[in-house]
């Protein structure tokens, strides 16, 4: 995701013009535009053209949903190739602490290293498809 959308500063019952709209929310112009083209509701026939606050909102809303990956058990999402990816050769640094795992390992791509968290108790799991390093803090 580029520049994280602010929610914070739109008022729900004011009427944006795509300008206001591009600086309460601190994205670009284009940003907006291509939102209206992509289900941002514009109220018709205004001119300039006005954006509600709570229509605003709740595009951001769920956009953000729809952005947030739910991985597998055995990949990783990688902000780098913005997608979930498996480790490179399936090798992966399990660091166990407190009922907690982290998983390291190299994105596929071996361009950028990927991790995230997961329970201990998953770990039999993932071991199954993982080669698991594991090291006991
Ligand atoms: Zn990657």
Redesign the pocket.
């Known amino acids: 995701m580029p520049k994280q959308a602010r929610l914070s500063g739109i008022k729900s019952f004011y009427c944006n013009t795509i300008g206001e709209a591009s600086e309460v929310a601190g994205v670009s112009l284009r940003t907006i535009r291509n939102w209206a083209s992509d289900g941002l509701h514009v109220m018709n026939g205004t001119r300039p053209a006005l954006i509600r606050g709570d229509d605003l909102r709740d595009y951001i809303k769920s956009k953000r949903k729809s952005l947030s990956v739910r991985t597998r058990i055995d990949a990783f999402y990688?902000v780098?190739?913005r997608k979930e990816?498996r480790a490179a050769e399936g090798f992966v640094d399990c660091e166990v602490k407190q009922g907690r795992a982290k998983l390291t390992a190299f994105?596929?791509?071996y361009?950028?290293v990927?991790s995230k968290p997961v329970a201990e108790s998953l770990i039999p799991e993932i071991a199954r498809t993982l080669d698991l390093k594991i090291t006991l803090l």
């Open positions: 990688c780098k190739c990816r994105c596929e791509t361009e950028t990927v």
